[in-house]
C-alpha cells in the first residue's frame, strides 16, 4: 500500500457537487493499493499514520501526533499513486489493485484507524472526487509499505 499524507488546517472532499467528507486540522491521506497488498499491509500502515508526529509543540518541533492536536484524517483512495509514467506520456494503472481487491482494504485500514480512537472522513470509490485542502507547513509525506515492512 502506499499512502501520500498531507497535514492539513482543513480537506473535504465532493462528489458530484455534494461533500462526503470533511475535516479541520489533521492529515489528508491519499491511499493505493497493489494486487499482493493484504490485511498486514494494511495495519501496519494504520499504525504508522496514527503515530506521525506531524505537528509542533510548545518549541516549535515536530512532536505531536493527531491525538495531541485533536485531528482527524480525511482518507481518499487514489489507485494512481500506482501509476507508471516510466514510458511515453500515458501513465499505465496495471500495478494499481483493481476496485473490488482494493476497496476491502482501504475500508480495513479506515476501521484500523478509528479502532485508534481517530475521527475518520473518507472520499467515495470509483467516483470522480474534488478534493480541496489547505496544506499546512506544507508538510507532505510518502510512505509505501513495500519499502517499510
Known sequence: MRAVIQRVSRASVTVAGQEVGAIGRGFLA???VTHDDTRVEAEWLARKVAGLRLFEDAAGKMNQ???EVGGALLVVPQFTLY???SRGRRPDFTRAARPEQ?????AYFVERLREQGLAVATGQFQA???VTLVNDGPVTLWLDTADLI
Open 65 to 67: 501526533g493527531l491525538r
Open 102 to 106: 482494493a476497496e476491502p482494504l482501504v
Open 30 to 32: 491519499l491511499v493505493g
Open 128 to 130: 470522480h472526487m474534488e
Open 83 to 85: 501509476g507508471d509514467a
